[in-house]
């Protein structure tokens, strides 16, 4: 499978070359050339298979010869034997028409577990194929950085930045970071928002000092490995719903776009989908971009959700290209104008190519908080804030009660106790697996919300390419 960049101007790479590079070089993201598609009999033959098994069959086409369908199925049940449920994503029924599929039973209580597990043994592989050395710089609101720092801990061809907005992340969250005291880590809380962080990121990848001395990765969502990892858990709920025979619609807890675009990959794929609920809590850029076509930054509010806490969605840029008619020029120039001005307006085939699949929703911090009192009260499960705002939507979206609505549970609601204490009554305890996580000593450096500062830190720090 070859992979082109959302802005057609960047050298086509195949899937190891997309895993190591992370954004592309002229500022866009990586998708594959055409979206592989299965079967009516080959979705059918899914039902049933151990989730390792179907992450090799739903992946295998995305990664090419770039790894053996049994070199693939060793990295697959590697990453998921990881997981303290031995379905790895199981569904939980909540009533007649509703569901959760509870992605938080890896290591760091929350979905992203599922594609970082992964990526981590993919970046060793493909370094030590090369005999090369990854500088991953990363930005995270929380979730993304100890799900990425828990994969590659003390892996010796890998040093990992992460950067968090200070003070703007749960304490289980930033302790699951800093308490990782392998030398290759570096956690850095940055004064700022999550979206500054981004911007900073997306400025090292671009800064020519820092990408001719190190070869510099990815772990957020523009890393596509992620992505594809992600695709697996649709079909597996698709085919336990009754896929092919039967649609389902998914309800999302959005922030960078990246889970529900897996679930537009899905659909590409073959899967039948109902619809893509993208829920949003009060920082809607994304509900106001579906629903009337503004995509235009807010400021970010912070809220009980904070891995939404998102004001630019990177990969929403993903969506527009492939709606868009895959016009990577044309994109290139509306990005470059949404960057100046912070603002801009979808064209009227990517308002309709969205309209076809994906509804939008948003729920405020009262909604949020009645979702949690509802699983509670009325089905008798605890749920964290960022599936509150993902049921709120499910239960709020109009969608047909004859299709199943399957809920993202994306964060464990251990993580998030506080809030979910103030809305149900209950303090949930934290998992065993996470020990003595209070007891841990923590390490990170503050600094400024200033890129040179950054750059400085990581250039002293990081191992050079060679
Ligand atoms: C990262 C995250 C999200 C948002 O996912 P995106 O792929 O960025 O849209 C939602 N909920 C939780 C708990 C997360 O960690």
């Known amino acids: 499978m070859e992979y082109v960049s959302t802005r057609g101007n960047a050298p086509a790479l195949d899937f190891e070359g997309v895993t190591l590079a992370g954004l592309a070089s002229d500022g866009g993201l990586y998708v594959p050339r055409h979206w592989p598609r299965f079967s ?87 370094l030590s194929r090369r005999d ?61 928002t999550f979206d500054d962080a981004q911007a900073m990121v997306k400025r090292v990848f671009n800064d020519p000092q ?18 594809m990892a992600q695709v697996v858990y649709y079909f597996a709920v698709g085919v336990q719903m009754g896929a092919p ?5 998914f309800s999302v807890p959005t922030g960078n776009f990246g889970d529900v675009f897996a679930g537009y990959v899905a659909a590409q794929m073959g899967l039948p989908v109902e619809r893509l609920i993208v829920a949003t809590n009060i920082n809607d850029i994304l509900h106001r971009a579906l629903s009337d076509g503004d995509y235009s930054q807010g400021t970010v509010t912070p809220t009980a959700a904070p891995s939404m806490d998102i004001q630019v969605s990177s990969n929403f840029e993903r969506l527009l290209f492939d709606v868009g008619g895959r016009d990577g020029a044309a994109l290139a120039e509306q990005m470059r104008s949404f960057e100046a001005s912070k603002a801009m307006r979808l064209t009227n085939a990517q308002r309709e190519g969205a309209a076809a699949l994906f509804t939008s929703a948003r729920a405020d911090a009262d909604e949020m908080s009645g979702a949690i009192r ?57 998992p065993a697996r996470l020990g003595d996580l209070f007891e841990r000593e923590e390490r990170f450096c ?3 919300g200033d890129y040179a500062a950054v750059a400085a830190y990581v250039a002293e720090h990081a191992t050079p390419k060679g």
């Open 210 to 227: 820092m990408t001719s001395r190190f070869a510099i990765g990815a772990v957020n969502s523009i890393n596509w490995a992620r992505l």
């Open 374 to 430: 509802w699983a509670y009260d009325e089905c008798g499960e605890v749920i964290d804030p960022h599936t509150a705002i993902g049921l709120h939507a499910a239960r709020t979206a109009g969608i047909d009660p004859a299709v199943p609505v399957v809920t993202l549970a994306t964060a464990h609601p251990a993580k998030f106790r506080d809030a979910v204490e103030r809305a149900c009554g209950l303090r949930p305890a934290l």
């Open 132 to 192: 090369q050395h990854l500088t991953i710089v990363g930005a995270t609101s929380g979730d993304t950085g100890s799900a990425a720092i828990d994969a590659v801990a003390g892996r010796d061809r890998i040093d990992i930045f992460m950067l968090h907005p200070h003070g703007r992340v749960s304490d289980v969250q930033r302790r699951q970071m800093t308490t990782m005291l392998a030398p290759n880590v570096h956690n850095i809380a940055i004064e700022g």
């Open 446 to 448: 503050e600094l400024p």
């Open 40 to 126: 009516t009999e080959e979705i059918a033959a899914m039902a049933g298979l151990p989730y390792a098994q179907l992450a090799q069959k739903v992946m295998q086409p995305f990664v090419g010869d770039c790894l053996s369908e049994q070199r693939l199925l060793d990295l697959c049940e590697a990453a998921y034997g990881r997981f303290a449920h031995r379905a790895v994503t199981p569904l939980v029924q909540l009533d007649q028409q509703h569901w959760l599929l509870e992605l938080f039973h890896g290591p760091t209580l929350a979905f992203k577990d599922v594609a970082l597990q992964l990526l981590g043994l993919l970046f060793e592989e493909f």
């Open 245 to 249: 025979q039967r649609k389902v619609a």
